[in-house]
């Protein structure tokens, strides 16, 4: 059974950073990317980063120059540096892998942004 199990969330003050791990366990076929989707209170979920596994990365307009990327394949982890953060980031952040056949979903960490 694939697990995916984030952490790293928490309060943070705007113009702080904050890094989100994701580490997923189980047998999956092969991995085409993983990355991170958001939801904000009232808001449909919204992509946020992903990682293609070819090499290439794609970020929401709204993050790009503050927020990172990355993953470590051999441990099936995908980790998400957020610099210089915003109150609009506030919101629950949910790591994805998607593989050949299916995708797959973490539970979800909430990060807030706030003084």
């Known amino acids: 059974q694939v697990q995916l199990v984030e952490s790293g969330g928490g309060l943070v003050q705007p113009g702080g950073s904050l890094r989100l791990s994701c580490a997923a366990s189980?047998?999956?076929?092969?991995?085409?990317?993983m990355g991170w989707y958001r939801q904000a209170p009232g808001k449909e979920r919204e992509l946020v980063a992903v990682?293609?596994?070819?090499?290439?990365?794609n970020y929401a307009d709204s993050v790009k120059g503050r927020f990172t990327i990355s993953r470590d394949n051999a441990k099936n982890t995908v980790y998400l540096q957020m610099n210089s953060l915003k109150p609009e980031d506030t919101a629950v952040y949910y790591c994805?892998?998607?593989?050949?056949?299916?995708?797959?979903w973490g539970k979800g960490t909430l990060v807030t942004v706030s003084s």
């Open positions: 994805y892998v998607r593989s050949t056949i299916t995708t797959y």
């Open positions: 189980g047998y999956m076929l092969s991995i085409n990317a």
């Open positions: 990682s293609i596994s070819s090499g290439s990365t």
